[in-house]
Nanobody, 122 residues
């Protein structure tokens, strides 16, 4: 059974950093595709980073140069390092297992985590 558990969210001031974790069970994250997504209040869920075989492949333009994904194979855990945070990064962040389409689309997701809230104050 696939299970994705995010942690590490919180409140931070603009310009600060946070690292989110996604503990994966039920499959090995280095096989297949995953992604980080987020959803701000009143907005649609959007893709942040597309990950293939545990390696980030594509970033949303809004986070390029500020966010990066990494992994710990031994822990089967995915990370999202977020630097230079802005108020517009405020959202619930989700990790997800997805079909390998090369797109950052929520429509390709097969399994979602429960999400973790990130709040950035300006």
């Amino acid at each position: 059974q696939v299970r994705l558990v995010e942690s590490g969210g919180g409140s931070v001031q603009a310009g600060g950093s946070l690292r989110l974790s996604c503990a994966v069970s039920g499959f090995t994250l280095t096989f297949g595709c995953m992604g980080w997504f987020r959803q701000a209040p009143g907005l649609e869920r959007e893709g942040v980073i597309d990950i293939v075989s545990g390696t980030p492949q594509a970033y949303a333009n809004s986070v390029k140069g500020r966010f990066t994904a990494s992994r710990d194979n031994a822990k089967n855990t995915l990370y999202l390092q977020m630097n230079s945070l802005k108020a517009e990064d405020t959202a619930t962040y989700y990790c997800a297992r997805k079909r390998c389409t090369g797109k950052l689309s929520p429509a390709d997701v097969t399994d979602w985590g429960q999400g973790t809230q990130v709040t950035v104050s300006s």
